[in-house]
């Protein structure tokens, strides 16, 4: 069994133009806590490959928002509105993985892993498909 807690700092811009001398620029950023829990079987071979498999959630909060609008070309912008969401938002997800236990001395264990997650919904990223490479440390009391 394993549960991860997983700190990210997200953002996205959105660029709308309708032709060449009106449009808007549109930036969000917020912090997002990943909660990976996951069961995990490993092989006792000599590299120590193991597969995980499990579910997830995140709490998106702290949005910080902007928008530019531009007439007339690019500069300088017609209006710059700065805002703050406190709205937070909580998504879940199924979350698959596979790496290798490749080092290990004592207690502390170094792992590589590639994980892929599919979300449920949509919210605040561009593809519900998620595939990340994670370098796991550990230590075992």
């Known amino acids: 069994m394993e549960v991860d807690a997983l700190y990210k700092r997200s953002d996205t811009t959105q660029h709308e133009f309708f032709n060449p001398f009106f449009g808007s620029i549109t930036r969000l950023s917020a912090n997002s806590w990943e909660f990976p829990m996951q069961i995990k079987y490993q092989w006792n071979v000599r ?26 070309g690019l ?13 937070p938002l909580t998504d879940g997800g199924i979350v698959v993985g596979a790496g290798l236990a490749l080092w290990s001395a004592g207690r502390f264990r170094i792992a590589p892993q590639f994980r892929y997650t599919r979300w449920t919904s949509v919210r605040f990223l561009p593809t519900q498909n998620q595939v990340e490479f994670l370098l796991g440390l550990s230590f075992a009391p």
């Open 75 to 87: 500069t300088p912008p017609y209006s710059v509105v700065r805002y703050r969401l406190h709205a």
């Open 47 to 72: 590299f120590r490959p193991f597969a995980s498999a499990g579910g997830t959630f995140r709490h998106i909060a702290g949005f910080d928002a902007s928008e530019e609008t531009f007439t007339f």
